[in-house]
């Protein structure tokens, strides 16, 4: 099973603090955001290999990373891939992203997806285990109330835990469950990606490519344990700095 953390993104929201560095790599009470996500897939014996999807722009400061003894430490073999972008408007998105790295790596294998500004307090050691059971699983997190489930994917659930609904950014809410950026896609489901992007859909905003899945295929829910922290702004990222 390989995992791969999505990390091309600019961040533009996060200048100045990302004009020379990833989002990914910054430091969160000492540590690079990165080495936190990694962190919570401790003690995971299924993960073989760990791949890092980037851009040309900070392609340099991950390999860097990728060197260094906290990258070390996890245990696993790191590859980092430029995916040959340079700017905001050229980039392939994240689901375009996750297509390159499986034509550039040949990977047929299972693969969990993780995006490098998703921080979690409680352990995912469990996901891949339970991944190899349901196939398809995708990380839901209660955001508790309205207002915010308006900037995520809204899910419903059946009493199996398969998602019977999804949403992209609702505008008329029932819910607060939110599909994040936690996935597992089975070997046999990959060809599916690449399907998905033939047909023109939407290269970014990886839950669309679940939204597309789900009326064909069997999804599950990964409640998450703990907190889940999506730094995508200055004020995210402090609060991150508190609750870590």
């Not at 990165?34 to 999807?53: E, M, N, P, Q």
């Not at 245990?75 to 050229?90: A, H, K, L, R, V």
């Not at 939110?178 to 089975?186: F, G, R, S, T, V």
């Amino acid at each position: 099973m390989k995992l791969l953390v999505l990390a091309a993104g600019y961040a533009t929201r996060l200048r100045p603090l990302t004009d020379n560095q990833a989002k990914p790599l910054l430091p969160v009470r000492g540590l690079p955001m990165i080495d936190r996500v990694l962190g919570s897939f401790a003690g995971c014996a299924d993960i073989d290999h760990v791949y890092v999807v980037t851009n040309r722009r900070y392609a340099p400061n991950f390999e860097r990373w990728a060197a260094s003894p906290t990258a070390q430490a996890h245990g696993w073999p790191i590859g980092i891939c430029d995916d040959g972008t340079s700017t905001n408007e050229d980039r392939l998105g994240a689901i375009g992203d996750i297509d390159f790295v499986i034509k550039s790596k040949s990977l047929d294998d299972d693969l969990i997806v993780v995006a490098g500004d998703n921080l979690f307090t409680g352990s995912l050691s469990d996901f891949a285990p339970l991944a190899r059971r349901r196939g398809i699983l995708v990380g839901v997190y209660d955001v508790g109330d309205l207002d915010t489930i308006r900037q995520y994917s809204s899910v419903t659930l059946d009493s199996d835990a398969r998602i019977v609904s999804f949403e992209e950014k609702p505008q008329q809410p029932t819910g607060t469950l939110a599909a994040i950026a936690l996935y597992h896609y089975p070997r046999r489901a990959l060809p599916l990606i690449r399907r998905y992007l033939s047909e023109g859909n939407n290269p970014d905003q990886p839950g669309r490519l679940v939204q597309w899945l789900v009326p064909q295929e069997p999804c599950y829910a990964y409640p998450v344990s703990g907190q889940w922290l999506d730094i995508g702004s200055k004020e995210s990222y402090d609060a991150a700095q508190d609750i870590l």
